[in-house]
C-alpha cells in the first residue's frame, strides 16, 4: 500500500437480488479508476461476480479484471471448500475422529463433553453466515500478507440479510467453540500422551491444532473488523419497495447493535424521472415513493447518506456497464458532495441569486461573458487550494493555507477575511429579512411605547429576535440539515420568477443595454460574490471521504451554479431590464401566489442559516479567549453578535451597500487573490509553471482590482 493511504473495507449486504454484487462491482470499478488498487470479493454462497463482469473470476484465487486501466483483482471464495477445510481441522481435534478414538480409549467422559459442544451438528448442517464467516476470514489471511500490501481497497459482496445477521454473531459462537476444542484437545493430549505415541499420530495432531487456533484468531480479527469504524463500512443496499426497506431497517438496527459502522444507504432501480408515464409506470412510481417516504421517516435508516441508482433498461454486465452504473451512482454520491458545497454557498450566499438580474442591468448583455470568466477562474482557485492542501497533510481549512504559504501572519490575514465575510453576511440576511417582509406587509408599524419604528426596521428588529434564540445552540446539526433545503429554495426562487415572466403577464419585453462601461465594476463584483465559497472548501474537502472526487464535485458546482445564477440574470434581465432591483424578489408583482412563494422561501432560508454564519465567529473569540466551557458568557457572546448585526442592518441604508462590499472586497479576496498568491508562495520552486505562472498571477491581479475598484462603486449604488 502507498505510503499514507489507509485500506479501506467496503462490505455491501441487503436483501437477494436487490443488487448488491452490481453495486459492489461497481464501486470497485469506481475506485479501481480512482487509483486505488482493488480487490472486489463475493462471499455470497450463489456468487454472480463472475457473471457481472462478464468473466470468468472463480476458482477461490485472484483474478485480474480484464478491461480496465488501474489493478481490480477480483476473488470468488468457494464457501464449500472453505468449510470442508474447516470441518476436516476441526474433526482431526474433536469431531467424531477425536470420539471415536477416545471411545476406543474408554475415555467416554471425555466424549460426553464434546457432544455438548453440538460439533457434529454444526459442521452437518452448518448454520447459516458459517461458510461466509470462513470465507472472509480466508480473505483477511490473503489480504493481510507482504504481497497483497498494495491494495488499498477490499470490496465485499456479502450474501443476503439473513445470513449476513447470523454471520455477525458466529465469530462470538464459533470463537467460543473452538476456544474449548482446543483445551479439551489439551486435556486429551495428557491424559493420553502415553497411548498416541504407540499410534504415532502426535505430530498430525499437534499440526492440525495450529491450523485450528489459526482459524480461531482469523475468526476474531473478522469479528474486529467489522466492528472497525475507521477502515470498515458497511453499505446497505435496497429498492424502493416496503418488505426491502423493512428489510433494511432491521439489518441497520442489527448491524448498529453490534456496534458495526454502517453510513450509507444505496437505493437501487430507482425509476428514472419521465415526461409520460404509462399506468404501469405511474402506480410504480407511487409505490416508489411511499417507500422512498418510508426511508426518511424511518427511525433507523432517515439518518443514514441515502444515494440512489436509478434503474436502468440494460442488463448490468461487463465493465462498460459497470462503468456506466459507476457514473450515476457516482453523480448522486457527488451531487451529495455538491449539496454540502451548495450548502456553504447558499448559508453565505443566499441573496446572490436575487442580485443576479441586477448585476447583468449594471453590466449590459455583453458582460454575461464577464460572469462566465469570473466562474471558471473561481473553479480554477478552488483547485488551487487543493493543490495547496495536497502539497501537506497537515492542513486542514483555509487559515492552515495560509500559515502554510506565509507562517502566522498568513493565517491572521486568511482568518480576518473569512470572519468578516461571515460577519457581513450575517447582516445581510437581516437586512434581506427586513426588505422582504416589508413588501410582504408594506403597511405595518411598530410601536413600542411612544417609539415608533417603520415597517422595514421593525422588521429587521423582529428577525434578530427570531434568530436570537438559535444562536445560542451549540449543536447546530439540525439546523445544518434544515440549509440543505437551500439549494431546493434557489431553484425555487427561478422557477417563481420564471413563472411571474411567462404565467403572471410580466413577460420578457425587456432589451436591456448591449454594454455599460461604468456599471462593468459593480456587475464584475456581484459576479465574483455569485462564485465564492471558497473559505469552507479546505474543511470540506478535508471531510470528504472520497477526496479524489473533490475536482469533479467543484466542477459540478460551477456548471450547476453557472446554469442557474445565468438563468436567473437573463431572465430577471429581460422582465425588469434596467428597471431591475438589487433583489428581484422587490420586483415581483405584488399579491400573486408565485410572489408570495418567491418571497417566503428567501425569508425562511436566512433564519434557518443565520446562527450557522455566526457560529465560526463565536467559537474563535470562545476558543481564543478559553471561554468555551462558561456557557453563560457563551450565550453573551452570541447576544452581542447577534445584536450587533442587527444594529448595523438598520444603519446601512442600502442593501446593495453590503452585498458590494462583501462582494467586491471580501470575496475576490478569498477567492481570487489569497488562492494565487498562497499558490504561487507554497509552490515557488517548482520550475513546471510556466504560462500557468502568467495566468495565476493575471488572476491574482484581476482579485485585487476587483477588491479595489468595489469600494469606488458604492457611490453608483442608489435605490431605484
Ligand atoms: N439499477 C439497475 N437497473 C437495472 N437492472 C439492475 C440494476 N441493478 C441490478 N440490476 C440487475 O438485477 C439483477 C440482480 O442484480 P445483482 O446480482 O447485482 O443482485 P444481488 O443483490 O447481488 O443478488 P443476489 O442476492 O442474488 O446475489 C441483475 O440482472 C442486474 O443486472
Redesign the pocket.
Known sequence: MAAGVQRKYYMLG??????????AASLAVKFANHGHPTIVVST?P?H?LS??FAQDLSGGNLVPVDGLDSPLYALEINPEKARDEFRSASQKNGGTGVKDFMDSMGLGMLADQLGELKLGELLDSPPPGLDEAIAISKVMQFVESQEYNIFSRIVF?TA?TGHTLRLLSLPDFLDASIGKILKLRQKIASATSAIKSVFGKEESQADASGKLEQLRERMVKVRELFRDTESTEFII?TIPTVMAVSESSRLCGSLKKESVPVRRLIV??VLPPSASDCKFCSMKRKDQMRALQMIQSDPELMNLNSIQ????D????GVPALRF?DTITVIQVLSMDSLLLRQYEQNFKGVGILSIPYALSEGGWLSLALFLLIGIICCYTGLLLQRCMDSNSLVRTYPDIGELAFGSWGRIVVCVFMYLELYLAAIEFMILEGDNLHKLFPTANFNMGRLKIGGKQGFVLLAGLIVLPTTWLRSLGVLAYVSIGGVLSSLIVVCCVLWAGAIDGVGFHEKGILVNWRGIPTALSLYVFCFSGHSVFPTIYTSMKDRTIFSKVLYLCFVLCTLMYGLMAIIGYLMYGQAVNPQVTLNLPVGKLSSKIAIYTTLINPLTKYALLLMPIANSIEDWFELSKLRSISILIRTGLAISTVVLALTVPFFGYVVALTGSFLSSTATMLLPSICYLKVFKNSRRLGMELVIIIAIAALGAAIAVIGETILDDLTPR
Open positions: 441487503g436483501k437477494g437480488g436487490v443488487g448488491k454484487t452490481s453495486c455470497d450463489a454472480s457473471d457481472s459482496d443476503p443496499v437501487n432501480q441508482a436509478p434503474l436502468v440494460v442488463e448490468i454486465r452504473m
